[in-house]
């Protein structure tokens, strides 16, 4: 099934596929019409891709079809060797300039970073002193304002979250995702 303007019905319908394209012959379910058409199969591009987790980077692919729009923030899966990770696309790069978004050919490099899994990044504070801690945990696990939490075996209450885009959460009960997160601050209860 695919979906067409049908001449007869004037409206867009589906049509059933009598026979394969690229010569296709095809027959409106509404109405019954059968006319010939010419189906192309969308290209698929390959785009090398950079994949960044923690300090390391490795090369890889993503597969992005032609006309798809890539744009700064969208998920994505990257294939680096045999295994299959979800990244945030954080860089679009052609011609050697980074840009915010770009059709998939035109794109010669995707900047990435692994959102499967990230490591959370934490400061504890306990009176004067400020304890960094560090984990690596799944890139949709939830931290939430208030609430209890462990990080690096470290136990304490979260104060407030600082994301990625730069914003700061310190409402009770408000959360975000691992993978949004820059760093969570925190005291000992």
Known sequence: ????????????????ILKEPPEAVVRCTECGHTMRVTLKEPKIFTI??????????HTGTIELMEGDICSIGDFLVAEVGDES????????????????????EEIEVLWTRLVDKVIIRASLNKGAVT??????????????VDHITSVGGKQFRITRIKLRKGNIIQRKDKTAQAHEIKRIYGERS
């Open 1 to 16: 099934m695919i979906i067409l303007d049908c001449p007869v019905c004037g409206e867009e319908t589906d049509f059933e």
């Open 85 to 104: 990770y979800g990244v945030e696309v954080m860089s679009i790069e052609r011609d050697n300039a980074r840009r915010a978004k770009l059709p998939a």
């Open 48 to 57: 090398k891709t950079i994949v960044s987790y923690g300090t390391e980077s």
């Open 131 to 144: 304890i960094p801690l560090y984990e690596q945990v799944p890139g949709d696990k939830v931290y939430t």
